[in-house]
């Protein structure tokens, strides 16, 4: 059983940290950049000088250095998802939000078992692998049993050449025996954002339901740990406070769970507000963060925590989420909606029962010809996971980098098995060309591992994986 402080999250410190650093110095700054290139991540004081700068060179200083942090880690990898919304039912008043209790704006709907295996179909059709099932604060008569069942559903699916390999959850708080249960169905990461650590902000925009107790969204992680999960993701939803406050805060997080658990989580992901039917907080956010210091989150957040993922949803536009690729994120969500049922009604794109609005409305072929030409390799491996290379055993592996033996042959396979199922004639053409020149940039164990996958793959052989 791990310690219970009374409170992880403590803002004094942050702000005396914070305070401290307020104005970035340029030694200072190249002192932390030269500790980050060693990929060994960064004390929360070391983050607070990131967060300070300001300065066009000294920011271009620390874009570079992540840059290469994140090629000698990830190499050119993106790895791919899908979001499906199975419920937008919700008890709770999170201001920011369609899917909240009294918005009267949007059609609600909880999708029957049969209605996701018909979204899950279309999904796998399009050559999805990974889903990331998410949902509002209520579920229909079975209660959570509901979302157990949509995940045996996804994972039941079979169509053609594919099935669903990892399934991602992101629903609200649960108990440690309902994540046991959770755990039980196998699935991949828990994630949940604490939205913002700030607690005076948190009252303020959490107005009603089970989501106004900050302390059992914030202890979650906890008992999912607790319960065995071991991959679980956090986040934080920029917007809403001061971002370098919540930077801080999420530190502590960290380092909190790397300390009662003996490791951090497997991924963070970094939403930013975006306008929501029936939500005038989402339109005019009390802190709207700009694109440049967007991108300055994504490239501190990569030295801070360098093994951790950094996922980038369809809520950033196409040319955000292709510059903050070199900036450090290694995950990304493509021809996503958020409506239920927003898969097989393609026609309703602009219905307004969608959580939010998205960036980037183009289909997965389109984006992955897009980040294919840019030279990044899509990933749908789901390898580690399958293999129980998960929580302590991945950080394991990934910190010496021998990821880089699994991971790149793995990407490599599971591309070419995308483009020769599922892309179009210019997406397969552009992909064939990058994995033949990324093979043969490749050397030693690496590159006969993915000579050895991909040739699998092109004798008709899919799921092959190291
Ligand atoms: N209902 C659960 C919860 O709140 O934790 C599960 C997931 S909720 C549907 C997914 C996430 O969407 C929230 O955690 C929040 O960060 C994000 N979100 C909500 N409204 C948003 C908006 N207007 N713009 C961007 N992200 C938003
Ligand atoms: Fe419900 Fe989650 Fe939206 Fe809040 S963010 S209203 S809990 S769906």
């Known amino acids: 059983m791990y310690n219970v402080p009374a409170n992880f999250i403590n803002e004094q410190q942050i702000w005396d940290i914070l305070n401290t650093h307020k104005t970035a110095d340029r030694v200072q700054v190249r002192e932390v950049l030269a500790k980050s290139a060693e990929m060994k991540g960064l004390e929360m004081d070391e983050v607070a000088v990131l967060t300070g700068i300001s300065d066009p060179e000294l920011l271009g200083e620390l874009f570079h250095t992540a840059n290469q942090v994140k090629e000698t880690i990830y190499g050119k990898r993106l790895v791919l998802f899908a979001p499906l919304y199975i419920s937008n039912l919700c008890s709770n008043e999170c201001l920011y939000c369609a899917f909240r209790a009294t918005n009267k ?73 309902e994540f046991k249960m959770l755990k039980a169905e196998g699935i991949g990461t828990y994630q949940i954002f604490q939205e913002t650590y700030h607690r005076e902000t948190y009252q303020k925009v959490h107005l009603g339901g089970k989501k106004r107790d900050y302390n059992w969204r914030v202890w979650s992680l906890h008992r999912a740990m607790e319960a065995g999960i071991d991959d679980v993701g956090i986040g934080v939803l920029f917007g809403l406070f001061d971002y370098r406050f919540e930077i801080l805060a999420m530190m502590q997080h960290i380092r909190e769970l790397e300390n009662q658990f003996g490791v951090g989580p497997h991924t963070i992901s970094v939403p930013r507000l975006e306008p929501a039917t029936g939500s005038d907080l989402a339109t005019h956010p009390p802190f709207p963060v700009s694109d440049i210091d967007f991108r300055k989150i994504v490239a501190i957040l990569r030295l801070a925590v360098p093994y951790t993922g950094i996922i980038m949803s369809t809520r950033e536009t196409a040319q955000m989420r292709r510059e903050t690729f070199a900036l450090g994120v290694s995950q990304i969500s493509a021809g996503s909606r958020t409506n239920p049922g927003g898969y097989e009604h393609e026609e309703n794109q602009d219905d307004p029962s969608g959580q939010f609005s998205l960036g980037d409305h183009r289909p997965l072929d389109e984006v992955i010809r897009d980040v294919a030409k840019m030279g990044y390799i899509p990933s749908f491996c789901t390898a580690c996971y399958r293999l129980g290379r998960t929580g302590q055993d991945f950080m394991d592996l990934a910190k010496p980098g021998d990821i880089k033996l699994h991971c790149a042959p793995n990407a490599l396979s599971s591309f070419k098995e995308y483009l020769q199922n599922y892309a179009s004639p210019e997406t397969a053409e552009v992909g064939n060309r990058l994995i033949k020149e990324t093979i043969a940039e490749m050397d030693g164990l690496a590159k006969q591992r993915a000579q050895k996958l991909v040739k699998r793959v092109e004798a008709g052989r899919d799921d092959v994986y190291c």
């Open 105 to 177: 704006e949007i059609v609600r709907n909880a999708l029957t078992q049969k209605q996701i295996t018909r979204e899950v179909e279309i999904l796998i059709n399009k050559g999805h692998k990974r889903i990331l099932l998410v949902a509002g604060e209520a579920y229909p008569q079975q209660g959570f049993q509901y979302v157990l069942d949509s995940v045996r559903t996804i994972y039941s699916v079979k169509s053609d050449h594919g099935e669903i390999r990892r399934v991602n959850v992101n629903v609200a708080p649960l108990t440690t025996e």
